[in-house]
Every structure is written in structure tokens, then in C-alpha cells.
T-cell receptor
Framework: GENVEQHPSTLSVQEGDSAVIKCTYS??????FPWYKQELGKRPQLIID?????GEKKDQRIAVTLNKTAKHFSLHITETQPEDSAVYFC????????????FGTGTRLTIIP | DTAVSQTPKYLVTQMGNDKSIKCEQN?????MYWYKQDSKKFLKIMFS???????INETVPNRFSPKSPDKAHLNLHINSLELGDSAVYFC??????????FGPGTRLLVL
């Protein structure tokens, strides 16, 4: 089955700097890669996703890149703000998300004011 | 008008008891899921139903039994609760091939 690895497990950055979180996946059939943000005590919420027919996607301060050959994808947050502090999860799925999501182990991002 | 809702929000119970968690979505989605998030925050799929039919059943003890009375509801019944069942259980739903939306979670504590 699919295995998703996520690094780093914790990340602290100064407010205004950029943060990068990286994930690798094992199943070459995976074609849908969402990123979820989970604030303390809250539900995971989708912040951005990418499908395998696209190499990069951007939404304001958030971008995701996908390298299908290397089987890795990354989340980039620019101009970080205190409200970006949360746990971020990457995930991978086949059938464009119509199957189960296999999650990475999470990255706890702390923005230092 | 919460999209995916779960009840109860908190559940504290004794070992050996049987309990149920309910999930409802009003998004018109055809697929619903149960995930377990343990104390280390790992999120793992447990079950998935599509149009009331079980399509994913991960390696979960058979003390856990999901039930989907209709497309909008997916309940989770747990028999003979054990200490290791303590976790946050999230329900989610999606329409074919689209974003999965999570419920607020049910925090289960087994004493």
C-alpha cells in the first residue's frame, strides 16, 4: 500500500520568512495530493491540493510543487504570519481522491513573532 | 448549517463499554469516511462508504463496526472499548474525486 513520509516533524520560522514542508510517496499510481492544516483542537482543513497532471499550483501565499519522477511534493508558505502556526499534513491518494487518503505524519509549524 | 457534523463531541467511558459515534453530512456527497487520530496526531483511515456500500476496510479490530443507513449518515459503533481506543475520531465526506471535508471530531477517552 501507499506510504507517505513527511519532513520535518517540527519547524520554527520567523514571521515574514518562508516555510517549506516536504513529502515523499511510494505508490506511483497516486495522482492526488492534498495538504491539510489542523489548528489545535480543530478539524483538518484543506488548504491546497494538486493533481498529477500539474507540476505546480499557487494560491496567494501558499504553493505546492509536485515531482512525479522523484515521487515527492512540497508545500511552500511565503511571508509567514502567526496565524499560519498549526500542524500541516500532506496526503496522497489514487483515483484522484476517490480512494482513501494516506496521510503523512504531520509537521508542527510555529511562527515566531 | 455545519457541512459535516459529529456527535458527541466528547465521550468519556469505562473499559469494556459499547459506544456509538454519529456522523452526518449535508453536502450531498456520496462517499463518507472514518479516520482515527491518535495522541501523536497520526491520521489513519479506518473505513469508507460509497452510496451506503463499504469500499474501504483497513486493518481495524472487528470491535469497530460502521453503519451507513443512507448516503448522508455514517455511524461508528465500538464494542468492548479498550484503553488503546482513546483517540480523536474524524468523519469526512467527499464527492467522487473531490476534496474530503472533515467533521469536528469526537474525542474518545477510555478509562
Amino acid at each position: 500500500g501507499e506510504n507517505v513520509e513527511q519532513h520535518p516533524s517540527t519547524l520554527s520560522v520567523q514571521e515574514g520568512d518562508s516555510a517549506v514542508i516536504k513529502c515523499t510517496y511510494s505508490d506511483s499510481a497516486s495522482n492526488y495530493f492534498p495538504w491539510y492544516k489542523q489548528e489545535l483542537g480543530k478539524r483538518p482543513q484543506l488548504i491546497i491540493d494538486i493533481r498529477s497532471n500539474v507540476g505546480e499550483k499557487k494560491d496567494q501565499r501558499i504553493a505546492v510543487t509536485l515531482n512525479k519522477t522523484a515521487k515527492h511534493f512540497s508545500l511552500h508558505i511565503t511571508e509567514t504570519q502567526p496565524e499560519d502556526s498549526a500542524v500541516y499534513f500532506c496526503a496522497a491518494s489514487t483515483n484522484f481522491g476517490n480512494e482513501k487518503l494516506t496521510f503523512g505524519t504531520g509537521t508542527r509549524l510555529t511562527i515566531i513573532p | 448549517d455545519t457541512a459535516v457534523s459529529q456527535t458527541p463531541k466528547y465521550l468519556v467511558t469505562q473499559m469494556g463499554n459499547d459506544k456509538s459515534i454519529k456522523c452526518e453530512q449535508n453536502l450531498g456527497h456520496d462517499t463518507m469516511y472514518w479516520y482515527k487520530q491518535d495522541s501523536k496526531k497520526f491520521l489513519k483511515i479506518m473505513f469508507s462508504y460509497n452510496n451506503k456500500e463499504l469500499i474501504i476496510n483497513e486493518t481495524v479490530p472487528n470491535r469497530f463496526s460502521p453503519k451507513s443507513p443512507d448516503k448522508a449518515h455514517l455511524n461508528l459503533h465500538i464494542n468492548s472499548l479498550e484503553l488503546g481506543d482513546s483517540a480523536v475520531y474524524f468523519c469526512a465526506s467527499s464527492h467522487a474525486g473531490e476534496t474530503q471535508y472533515f467533521g469536528p471530531g469526537t474525542r474518545l477517552l477510555v478509562l
